[in-house]
């Protein structure tokens, strides 16, 4: 008998220790992260399917550079553009919607630039720079950075001429850009689930928003094993088919902040 038991003790903790190496890298936003949402999904994922996830939170061109190098199993991101050509490359199996929310522009209650109130993006950017009211860009080749310069295009406006004086780019993620725009009463874009999520809002305030150009689109993909052999296949491909399942929708659709939903399940299989 003891030694049946000494037998099954070993079984087990190996069952575990198989459970325990079983691990994902998930290259993706500091939108996701910072919102909460994986703090919040990522334990739900793990006890379901019994997989570890480390996520790696930089902007979409990061992450999805951190793919086309194979040091990650999935990437997790938010600009279209971006990620058709990531597959056009051949550096992902089959991208996925996954949920969406919206930007909104944010800025001081004094509104020196007068957007509040107003829906149409091009007119409140081009209110701003008409004013030189200032407004931190965070610069980093994310998927919020590349919306932002898709508007200011649209806009008619070249920020990069006011980049001495009312334009500042920070290269750094949505939170500290709020952080930044926060302590010196400036505009900026930011996807509404980090905003919901940020504490430290001083004197901003959601200022324009509603304009069907500010639709936020968050899509997901296993990085190619046949360019990367080293990718997790089998487990990285488990958390997409969770995400889309509706188990995965129904807890992105679940996360909360405050009693207002962040981000909006949309999966189509």
Request: aromatic share 10%; charged share 25%.
């Amino acid at each position: 008998m003891r030694k049946l038991a000494a037998i099954a003790a070993v079984l087990f903790w190996s069952a575990c220790a198989f459970a325990q190496d079983r691990a994902i890298t998930v290259a993706s936003t500091t939108s996701t992260e910072q919102s909460g949402l994986f703090g919040y999904l990522l334990p739900l994922f793990s006890k379901a399917e019994g997989i570890n996830v480390k996520v790696v939170a930089v902007g979409t061109g990061q992450a999805l550079d951190i793919g086309r190098r194979g040091d990650a199993d999935v990437v997790f991101v938010h600009d279209r553009p971006a990620e058709d050509k990531f597959m056009s490359e051949g550096q992902g199996v089959k991208r996925f919607d996954v949920m969406y929310n919206d930007f909104v522009i944010v800025g001081p209650r004094s509104d020196p630039a007068k957007i509040a109130g107003g829906k149409d993006v091009a007119e409140a950017l081009r209110k701003i720079a008409a004013a030189k009211a200032p407004f931190i860009s965070r610069g980093d080749k994310s998927g919020t950075h590349a919306a932002e310069l898709r508007l200011w295009k649209e806009a008619g406006v070249d920020p990069a001429a006011g980049k001495d004086t009312w334009y500042r780019e920070i290269g750094q993620g949505m939170g500290p850009a709020l952080n930044m725009a926060s302590s010196s009463n400036a505009y900026l874009l930011s996807d509404r689930g980090t905003w919901l999520s940020f504490r430290n809002r001083g004197e901003l305030a959601v200022l324009t928003e509603g304009d069907k150009r500010l639709f936020n689109q968050y899509g997901v993909m296993l990085v190619n094993p046949a360019k990367h052999p080293n990718v997790k296949a089998q487990d990285g491909q488990a958390f997409i088919d969770w995400l889309i399942s509706p188990k995965g929708q129904d807890a992105i659709a679940g996360y909360k902040v405050g009693g207002e939903q962040l981000f909006f399940p949309n999966a189509s299989h």
